[in-house]
């Protein structure tokens, strides 16, 4: 049967997820989620929690490169709701990034569809909400894009993939977690952690989160999905071969643990080749004074026996959480969404055409507590910066560069608080140095992009420390760590038109002013750099009555 460009091939649908073929174009699946607040014990205390189609962390969302994924939104909570989809690039679509710069929130009792590909990408991924402190409250689940059929991979097939969701997690509500911090207080220590939305008892009485067959290996993905709190997961008596990162393969090492901080994602391979019986997972806090632990269970298929209470020691300090990010290379040889190797691009023989250094602090504004870059503690306006741009109202709502590209320390100590908007010149090749003189362990995520993490290094950063940058193998990937009185360098080319939000993962600091926006116009305005506004985007504030424009053309 001949089948026309627009006649449907396949239309498979199973419970919130349609399947459709398009000829000559890429698959389309189609999920519809329902946004509730409901009620779990994750540490044994009720509490309220949101829920995506009844679950609680959300369902899982799978894909492959290139795919249409489709999610229509249900926000059945009382008050407006969005969700970013961390580490999904949004080629020239930063109308579907789900933050507060980009798009209009959904109103309670609304819908809104978002419609991405993850264009050219592969790897491990989350979702999550970013109004108010939902992420406090769960609606967040795990995303993972396969690679192509005809892609290869650098490791065999295996016989299955698991997410692994890990996180700090507090007994108190999201909405009084968001009083305290617009009271002017910190949320405070979490007061447990969680593998997959629970904590486990540890007595042999827990349930299997996931089942293994003896002598078969599986890809488990590891996020660390949580508010603020750098974690260590380990694996009782197994290694973990280390094969992705954020979207990067990655030279194979094993590991006996991993640190995973806010907003990071791992892949690795395990092999199920040790004595048939149980054995626990574990997630434990880096860098508290009191450290606090979880477990999860894995069971080996016809295995007799309970997991040891023997649980494999945490790490201590960060000079060992340093040495292994150090340990981290790309993979060169490896193809990723494409069918050329990783390392035909060669980032280090680019010349840098500018520098921004972003400077973390603290401090109190009428005696509240408020988090800043660069002197700046970003506040949103109810116009999202991206529609202000858009409609030509932007002088209206925010200022471009009102932090310095090199601050000094008076600018950042006198923090002040509005709209935080980087200009970037479109396809330029950036250098973006974030220092950190704190004594807490910051983790740094930029939106629309990746980047190569070419050096974290102890002190204060100058043009000299260029020497230690790794411009050979550095990982490229969407989130970095920075120790305390330490700074981190990020390369990458700013070509992917949009408004893109660089924020800080600990989501006290981030709703609290700690994150700016880039913005990456397109100088010729044309629909090869970036796709006019959906006609389904939601419009508010300054440019909520004003007529659908569509100001870019050509391509």
Not at 146 to 167: F, G, K, M, Q, W
Not at 233 to 254: A, C, P, T, W, Y
Not at 301 to 316: D, N, R, T
Request: charged share 20%.
């Amino acid at each position: 049967m001949k089948v026309g460009v627009k006649i449907l091939a396949v239309c498979l649908c199973v419970a919130t997820v349609t399947v459709v073929m398009v000829q000559a174009e890429d698959p389309y699946f189609h999920h519809v989620w329902n946004v509730t607040y409901g009620s779990a014990s994750p540490l044994g205390v009720p509490q309220q929690v949101i829920l995506i189609n009844g679950q609680f962390p959300g369902p899982n969302l799978n894909s492959t490169s290139n795919n249409n994924v489709i999610v229509n939104v249900f926000n059945n909570l009382d008050e407006p709701f969005l969700i970013t989809w961390n580490g999904i690039q949004h080629r020239k679509n930063s109308w579907q990034d789900g933050t507060a710069g980009t798009m209009c929130p959904i109103p309670p009792g609304k819908n809104f569809t978002y419609h991405f590909q993850p264009k050219d990408q592969i790897g491990s991924y989350f979702y999550y909400p970013t109004t108010a402190m939902h992420r406090a409250a769960g609606a967040f689940g795990g995303l993972r894009v396969n690679s192509r059929l005809l892609i290869p991979v650098p490791y065999a097939d295996p016989e299955d993939d698991y997410t692994v969701l890990i996180n700090d997690w507090y007994t108190k509500s999201h909405t009084q977690l968001k009083k305290f911090l617009d009271s002017g207080r910190t949320i405070g220590r979490p007061d447990g952690i969680l593998i997959n939305g629970k904590a486990g008892k540890g007595d042999g009485s827990d349930q299997p989160l996931f089942t293994l067959k003896q002598g078969k290996t599986y890809r488990v993905r590891i996020c660390n999905v949580g508010l603020k709190t750098s974690l260590n997961f380990r694996i009782q008596n197994h290694k973990m071969k280390l094969v992705e990162m954020e979207g990067s393969h990655v030279l194979q090492n094993d590991y006996d643990s991993l640190d995973v901080h806010v907003g990071q994602c791992f892949g690795v391979i395990v092999t199920a080749n040790q004595e048939p019986k149980d054995y626990y997972m574990v997630a434990s806090t880096r860098f508290l004074k009191k450290a606090l632990a979880t477990t999860g269970l894995l069971r080996y298929e016809g295995g007799k026996g309970l997991a040891s209470p023997q649980l494999p020691a945490a790490p201590v300090g960060w000079a060992w959480s340093l040495n292994q990010f150090r340990s981290f290379r790309w993979n060169l040889t490896a193809s990723a969404a494409r069918p050329n190797p990783q390392g035909s691009y060669h980032y280090g023989k680019i010349n840098i055409t500018r520098t921004i250094k972003l400077v973390n602090t603290q401090g109190k504004i009428d005696g509240k507590l408020r988090y800043a870059l660069s002197g700046v503690s970003h506040t949103d306006p109810e116009t999202p910066l991206k529609l202000a741009e858009y409609f030509g109202v932007a002088d209206e709502v925010f200022k471009y560069d009102i932090i310095s590209d090199n601050p000094t320390s008076d600018q950042i100590k006198n923090i002040k608080i509005e709209p935080n908007v980087l200009n970037i010149t479109h396809r330029t090749f950036i250098e973006v140095v974030f220092e950190n003189h704190e004594k807490s362990v910051q983790s740094w995520h930029l939106d629309g992009y990746s980047f190569f993490a070419v050096a974290v290094e102890p002190g204060t950063w100058t043009p000299e420390k260029r020497k230690n940058y790794n411009l050979l193998d550095a990982v490229s990937r969407h989130t970095v760590q920075v120790y305390p009185k330490c700074w981190a360098a990020i390369l990458l080319t700013f070509d992917n038109c949009g408004m893109w939000n660089i924020r800080s993962e600990n989501s006290e600091r981030r709703y609290l002013g700690q994150q700016l926006y880039a913005s990456v116009l397109s100088p010729e305005k044309s629909l090869r750099d970036e796709y006019n506004m959906p006609e389904s985007s939601l419009q508010c504030g300054l440019v909520k009555d004003k007529p659908k424009i569509n100001p870019y053309a050509g391509a």
